[in-house]
């Protein structure tokens, strides 16, 4: 019953460069939120962002929402090699209560020193 | 700072064995969590209890069991492991609230779980 599914499964970048990572979902939401997990670790919540937002800025990171198809993208920009991680979305559907988030498959980021 | 603690970062046990996954948050949280990680699988939601001594069973509960004796605690119990249980543990808590509300999740460091 996965919801966000991210794209791509894997990205490799040079320090420096905008990493962008993708996340489609299949029902209507209230909220996306992306989290992250350094290898081996928890995940680590990102940031949130709401269905009446179109982008939100956090530091590095800018994330968007298209309500209308469905889908977010993170951008991580001026990546540094601490950067390093995998990138996950979640949702939970809006009209489902409260039932636990759903993560996507995860965005392995990799930077390159 | 909110913590999640698994107790045990690796464990290697046996097929047959009964294991116990322990997990403890420490924000009175009422929402706890069990996932379990798998390469090419994402998270996947095994239990989850939103109250004392209540479970709910997720997407992927055979072969687990949990227990919510107390509000700060949810252990995770698998009454006979077998090698496919063989993964990444991750246990989570959130507060009272509807996560489409925006309620966010906080995650343990995560138990390593062998079976062999």
């Known amino acids: 019953s996965q919801q966000g599914e991210e794209d791509p499964q894997a990205l490799s970048i040079q320090e420096g460069e905008n990493a962008t990572m993708n996340c489609s979902y299949k029902t209507s939401i209230n909220n996306l939120q992306w989290y992250r997990q350094n290898s081996g670790r928890g995940l680590v919540h990102l940031i949130l962002i709401r269905s009446n937002e179109r982008e939100k800025h956090s530091g590095r990171l800018r994330v968007t929402l298209d309500t209308s198809k469905k889908s977010s993208s993170l951008l991580i920009t001026a990546s540094r090699a601490a950067d390093t991680a995998s990138y996950f979305c979640a949702t939970a559907s809006r009209n489902s209560g409260n039932t636990p988030l759903v993560f996507g498959k995860g965005t392995r980021l990799s930077v390159i020193a | 700072d909110v913590k999640v603690t698994q107790s045990s970062r690796y464990l290697v046990k046996r097929t047959g064995e009964k294991v116990f996954l322990e997990c403890v948050q420490d924000m009175d949280h009422e929402n706890m969590f069990w996932y379990r990680q798998d390469p090419g699988l994402g998270l996947r939601l095994i239990y989850f209890?939103?109250?004392?001594?209540?479970?709910e069973k997720g997407d992927i509960p055979e072969g687990y069991s949990v227990s919510r004796e107390k509000k700060e605690r949810f252990s995770l119990i698998l009454e006979s492991a077998s090698t496919n249980q063989t993964s990444m543990y991750l246990c989570?808590?959130?507060?009272?609230?509807?996560?489409?509300?925006?309620?966010?999740?906080?995650f343990g460091e995560g138990s390593w779980l062998t079976v062999v």
């Open positions: 209890s939103y109250d004392v001594k209540m479970k």
């Open positions: 989570a808590s959130s507060n009272r609230g509807p996560h489409s509300s925006g309620n966010t999740i906080y």
